[in-house]
């Protein structure tokens, strides 16, 4: 089975700089993927990563060890707008099913 | 712009009354997902469909089923709903084009939030 961890809460000053992290435990691996959700929205893509490395897009990035089974989402220059609930989420090899990670809350202050 | 369109956007039942909720989608993806997320929870998957083959997931009460009559449109049933039901209802696409990343990018609608009196 497929199962991930990452922090329920994390609290930043807008900005400044904030790592989510997210580890996994997979019977097999293709990716990691982040999604944004602000409160009442949907999910919203932010990045996948299927190799070891750092993907930057903006202000956020997102990093992969494939071989410590860990990545992290990392938000620069926060914004009181980037508020909201973060999700790391991986595909599952047996039915190719999404699934998501319980999700951090980003509370950010002025 | 292509889209994922959720009907309705606030759904409101009664305790056991059948409801549907519906999902169309523009983007001409092959696969499509229901998930249910409860307050401050995560999205919990219920089926998924890759093209026409649909994957139940084992711990989705049978109460809930699904239809995808073509590409494009998706239902989900709730036959007798009970409190416990009471939810954001969230569809979800992708396509499978077999390159690194294209499966795992979901495209949501913005949700249907079903109250259940």
């Known amino acids: 089975g497929q199962s991930l961890e990452q922090p329920s809460e994390v609290t930043a000053v807008e900005g400044a700089i904030v790592q989510i992290n997210c580890t996994y435990q997979?019977?097999?691996?293709?990716?990691l993927s982040w999604y944004q959700q602000h409160d009442g929205g949907a999910p919203t893509f932010l990045s996948y990563?299927?190799?070891?490395g750092l993907e930057e897009t903006g202000r956020f990035s997102s990093f992969l060890s494939r071989s410590d089974s860990y990545g992290y989402l990392l938000l620069q220059e926060l914004q009181m707008k980037d508020s909201a609930s973060y999700f790391c989420?991986?595909?599952?090899?047996?039915?190719?099913?999404?699934?998501f990670g319980k999700g951090t809350r980003l509370h950010i202050l002025p | 712009d292509a889209m994922v369109i959720q009907n309705p956007r606030y759904q409101v039942t009664q305790f056991g009354k059948p409801v549907t909720l519906s999902c169309s989608q523009t983007?001409?993806?092959?696969?499509m997902y229901w998930y249910q997320q409860k307050s401050s929870q995560a999205p919990k998957l219920l089926f998924h469909?890759?093209?026409?083959?649909?994957?139940n997931e084992a711990d989705t009460p049978d109460n809930f089923q699904s239809r995808r009559p073509n590409t494009s449109f998706c239902f989900l049933d709730i036959r007798s709903p009970g409190l416990g039901d009471a939810a954001m209802y969230l569809c979800?696409?992708?396509?499978?084009?077999?390159?690194?990343?294209?499966?795992?990018?979901?495209?949501f609608g913005s949700g249907t939030q079903l109250s259940v009196l």
């Open positions: 997979t019977s097999g691996f293709y990716g």
């Open positions: 989420a991986v595909r599952d090899n047996r039915d190719d099913k999404i699934i």
């Open positions: 979800a696409t992708s396509r499978d084009l077999g390159g690194s990343g294209n499966y795992e990018k979901l495209f």
């Open positions: 990563n299927a190799l070891d």
């Open positions: 469909y890759y093209d026409k083959d649909f994957n």
């Open positions: 983007l001409n993806h092959n696969v």
